[in-house]
């Protein structure tokens, strides 16, 4: 299948749409001409959709890249998932000329996610370099006034438990065997299937009372480990023996090799998790966050604590954005593990020296990000005004007197839009839970919420700058 591939031959449709005078709202509008300007984006997306191709021109043709990428950004724009965003391109006139099929067939919604799928996290941030880098182009932003904070995205899992990490192990690994007996019958007598033992014993744990639990837990998990850990050892000899099998038909092969693979890689994980249950269980040992493993699916989960009176732990990553006074993000970085806020602000500055050559005139963060080093290193560097509340203990008569100051309360006013962009970024741009696979799903999710809140910040001031004024009364 060609991906990438050149925009298709106008036909007689095309030419009748466009004559009927078709207009995009104001600010699809303005996002389509800097989308127009600007073709340097199609060439970053191209090479994704062409990368590990061997007859990339041969074949039917896929989606452009000039359609990939108007409609990934409208996904975005719109918070729409697959299934809407291809109705409502379908549906609608102004975003058929917006995605650019015009009048031809919108593809089915596994067709957008295998393009979009496509797209790396290195492609994401190079998109939204070059967009920071047209908005400093055109005047738009100069990069004086900075704010930075952290949030959380979390990744698309359950609440974890010992006992509903163990089931997903059973499960997932009995599925797997199954599919390798459909090609190999002569695994069949090797591996019994232990789903319905497992399930109990997970359903017999999450049901159990305070009280129950004192008597009942420790023999109820161990009888469910000693499943999982029977479960593991067959699909272990159940793996070990498909990779002696011979099979005649390519398809077939193909097929096993797949399975085997994925198999390998759970009971791998199905380990960790066994390892960490009797620890934790059995042992009554206490496991550190970062050794822990809270999902199967989902490995690269970590386990954040910021202190929240409504959510105490979060599941995900830790995210840092650093936000300009037009609402330009100008840097995001999906940080491991759960680091303190007060080590992200000597990086955060080096990235924006690089990016504008120049340190910016006001610093604004929260009091997470204080220490007395970063109050100097801001200082240092050539920051004007640093406005970073100090976090605890007894204040000097000087720094209780700066913090009083009518230039240090402007820039914590300053400050508090941020955390507008992170709601709006949750809340309509899908950022708030991450329900793409794996560590380079999340990154592209991230990326892609940062890319269109970029472009629409750039539309918006055209759209103000080009409207014309009223005159004064």
Request: hydrophobic share 40%; proline share 4%.
């Amino acid at each position: 299948m060609r991906q990438g591939g050149r925009q298709r031959q106008v036909t007689f449709a095309d030419l009748e749409l466009r004559a009927q005078g078709v207009r995009l709202e104001p600010l699809l509008q303005f996002l389509s001409d800097f989308l127009d300007q600007h073709l340097e984006l199609l060439e970053l997306v191209s090479c994704d959709l062409r990368r590990g191709l061997k007859q990339p021109d041969s074949g039917r043709e896929g989606l452009a890249a000039l359609q990939v990428l108007r409609s990934f950004v409208l996904q975005r724009v719109k918070n729409w998932d697959l299934r809407e965003l291809r109705e409502r391109v379908a549906d609608g006139l102004t975003l058929r000329v917006f995605t650019g099929f015009y009048a031809a067939q919108v593809p089915r919604h596994q067709a957008f996610h295998r393009s979009f799928s496509r797209l790396t996290p290195d492609t994401m941030r190079a998109l939204n370099e070059a967009v920071v880098a047209a908005a400093v182009a055109m005047g738009i932003e100069d990069g004086a006034q900075l704010r930075v904070d952290t949030t959380v995205v979390e990744t698309n899992i359950q609440f974890p438990t010992d006992s509903k990490l163990l089931w997903d192990c059973v499960r997932v690994l009995t599925r797997l065997v199954e599919r390798l007996v459909e090609h190999l019958p002569q695994l069949s007598g090797r591996f019994h299937n232990r789903t319905r033992c497992a399930r109990r014993r997970m359903q017999e744990l999450q049901r159990m009372t305070p009280r129950q639990r004192r008597s009942r837990q420790v023999p109820t998990y161990r009888a469910l480990i000693k499943v999982t850990a029977q479960v593991v050892d067959n699909s272990r000899a159940a793996l070990k023996a498909a990779k002696l099998a011979r099979l005649a038909e390519a398809p077939a092969r193909s097929e096993v090799e797949r399975v085997s693979k994925e198999l390998e890689h759970y009971a791998a994980l199905a380990e960790r998790v066994l390892s960490q249950a009797r620890r934790r269980v059995l042992e009554g040992e206490q496991v550190g966050a970062q050794e822990k493993l809270y999902s199967i699916f989902e490995p690269h989960t970590d386990l954040i604590k910021r202190g929240k009176a409504n959510t105490p732990v979060e599941f995900g990553h830790k995210v840092l954005l650093a936000e300009t006074r037009r609402g330009l993000i100008t840097d995001y970085q999906i940080l491991a593990g759960n680091p303190p806020d007060e080590m992200q602000v000597q990086p955060s500055l080096q990235r924006h020296l690089q990016q504008f050559g120049t340190v910016p005139r006001v610093y604004a963060t929260d009091r997470g990000f204080y220490s007395g080093p970063n109050v100097a290193l801001v200082s240092a560097a050539g920051v004007a005004l640093e406005s970073i509340p100090q976090r605890g203990g007894r204040k000097t008569p000087q720094r209780a007197a700066y913090e009083k100051s009518r230039p240090f309360k402007r820039a914590q006013k300053f400050r508090a839009g941020i955390e507008g962009r992170i709601s709006v970024l949750g809340r309509g741009r899908g950022m708030k839970r991450c329900c793409l696979r794996g560590r380079d799903g999340f990154e592209v999710l991230v990326g892609a919420a940062v890319l269109a809140n970029n472009l629409l910040v750039i539309a918006r001031y055209l759209q103000n700058k080009n409207q014309p004024r009223r005159p004064a009364a």
